[in-house]
């Protein structure tokens, strides 16, 4: 039992550098949800029940500039469409795990704690009891986001045009410093490079649509090219499943 307390507060811990690059990001979204017509209630609310800080950053621009509620479901369905991607290699981990559990973890599961999650098996494949180190992890990002939200309603109430300051610029360092190091594989770099590439060239697409696109693309490209090792995860995972030690801890 100490052992794995011991792992949910070094999840905890390693993930601290990214929930600092996340910080500004969350107070943007507060204060930009705010600016954009959404009410205190649903700007706290959205980050409560939907935790997903791209998507609200997306939402929030979308309803600024009125596009149309199709518009908005469909972009955010396809920017989260990532986590897809996430779920499926953590396949083989999870498959022994009550449940009700694997639900927290799925709700829970965003880029900051899959990226330290990976981070942290590439260093230690056998870790025992993983679940405990990511939802450590995956709790702190939790945490982080709620009060950052709460810091830009109120900043955005007490602060004009706060959303001009430039805080937004924290979104790409963090994405950056998530993504880059756990760039393992060609695919891994042809999909980053895609969405780099694309995002550039569609910047000046109406209604986000240019992020919703590059986002499809890239996921495309990196489903084509990692197919056969994607194929083999969701095999290993019906085959062979996780050490059942992991499991009811």
């Not at 390693?14 to 930009?32: H, Q, S």
């Amino acid at each position: 039992m100490k052992e794995t307390k011991k792992l949910f507060w070094q999840g905890a811990r390693d993930i601290i550098p990214l929930l600092i690059a996340a910080a500004p990001f969350g107070i943007v979204y507060g204060a930009l949800a705010q600016a954009n017509g959404l009410s205190t209630l649903a700007t706290i609310g959205m980050s409560l029940f939907v935790f997903a800080g791209s998507s609200q950053f997306v939402a929030a621009t979308l309803v600024g500039v009125g596009a149309a509620l199709p518009v908005i479901l469909l972009t955010v369905f396809i920017v989260n469409l990532r986590h897809m991607l996430y779920s499926i290699s953590m396949m083989p981990l999870v498959g022994e795990l009550p449940q009700k559990l694997r639900l927290i973890m799925s709700f829970w599961l965003t880029d900051e704690a899959y990226a330290t999650l990976s981070k942290r098996l590439l260093d230690e494949p056998k870790m025992a009891h993983f679940h405990r180190y990511y939802l450590g992890a995956a709790f702190a990002m939790y945490f982080n986001w709620q009060c950052c939200t709460l810091i830009g309603v109120f900043l955005g109430q007490q602060v004009p045009d706060l959303t001009k300051w430039g805080l937004d610029v924290a979104m790409v360092v963090a994405f950056v410093g998530i993504v880059v190091p756990i760039l393992q594989n060609k695919a891994q770099w042809a999909c980053a490079g895609t969405a780099f590439i694309s995002a550039l060239l569609t910047f000046s697409w109406p209604h986000q649509t240019g992020l919703l696109f590059s986002s499809l693309l890239a996921i495309l490209v990196g489903l084509f090219l990692s197919r056969d090792e994607y194929a083999k995860v969701v095999h290993d995972s019906v085959e062979i499943g996780p050490n059942k030690d992991n499991a009811n801890e």
